[in-house]
């Protein structure tokens, strides 16, 4: 386990600093919101964009996911929209499209997976034919991904069509393919009182490949400074040491970017506490984690 920082917390800072800033506090990963002021993953020399970055990344010893949920770069008008649950199919293609382009830049920098999510719909169908549309969709990102050697990460958030865990377990079921796992967001949780997190880490500890992190309260979806909030982290953190979790936990503080390498600084120092927590172990008692393994 390592800590990372997504992007979208950098929003004023060009993508080499961005990751020098990052490098220099500590942090170990970086998640890449492809976007028009990171990569643009719809733009020529792309690719060629992409492994610029995968070289800065090794050089700085960092990890790399890719991340979707660029605001505006499908429609300048409506945030996150097209989606792959849109009724018009060229337009869920278009948001098709776009994903197939972040699997390829993952595969330039042979990222650990891409993390999307469903969107929230536009019509008023049955949700049956919702999920319909995103499983169907999902099989084709699946494809693509899979003749790239990249797994895909999909993330239940609040306000969208696929918000919980419930749901996602339907998903997953239905999509049925091993390169389709889990980006679980522990404040997306807590806000929707799915606790503890530890028994969704660890029922879903094969397939969790991805995890966001930052502070919230119940029934509010806003990301909150570390210490704001109400989640429990050294569950949180127990829990991801227990199944040893291998990959990254990403810092997700879209809207504290007016002051991001403080706050990068702040959420650094606030995270590493939990670094050595002690876990509890049926067969050994308590075993203590050195913070060279997170």
């Known amino acids: 386990m390592f800590l990372g920082y997504n992007t979208n917390g950098f929003a004023h800072h060009r993508l080499e600093d961005t990751v020098e800033v990052l490098a220099s506090l500590g942090y170990r990963g970086l998640a890449l919101t492809a976007d028009f002021h990171t990569i643009d993953p719809l733009a020529e020399r792309a690719r060629e964009r992409a492994r610029w970055l995968d070289r800065k990344l090794r050089d700085g010893k960092m990890r790399v996911v890719v991340e979707t949920g660029a605001r505006f770069i499908l429609n300048v008008r409506k945030k996150h929209q097209p989606t792959l649950l849109d009724p018009d199919r060229h337009k869920s293609l278009e948001r098709l499209q776009y994903l197939e382009s972040c699997v390829r830049l993952a595969a330039e920098m042979d990222a650990d997976c891409v993390s999307f999510w469903s969107g929230s719909p536009v019509d008023d169908v049955p949700p049956s034919m919702h999920m319909a549309r995103l499983v169907e969709a999902c099989h084709r990102l699946c494809d693509f991904a899979e003749g790239r050697e990249v797994r895909l990460a999909f993330e239940p958030e609040p306000g969208m069509f696929l918000d919980t865990m419930d749901k996602f377990s339907e998903l997953h079921g239905k999509v049925n393919r091993v390169n389709f796992g889990l980006t679980l967001d522990v404040g997306h949780l807590h806000c929707n009182s799915e606790l503890p997190i530890s028994d969704h880490i660890r029922r879903w500890q094969q397939w969790l490949w991805n995890v966001h992190i930052e502070d919230m ?43 991001a390498p403080e706050v990068a600084r702040k959420s650094m120092e606030f995270l590493k506490r939990f670094q050595t927590q002690p876990v509890a172990s049926s067969d050994e008692g308590i075993i203590e984690k050195s913070s060279e393994e997170v």
């Open 217 to 259: 309260k119940r029934g509010v979806h806003d990301h909150l400074m570390f210490g704001e909030g109400e989640i429990d982290f050294a569950d949180v953190f127990q829990a991801l040491t227990a199944i040893d979790y291998k990959h990254g936990v990403y810092v997700e503080l879209s809207r504290h970017s007016h002051d």
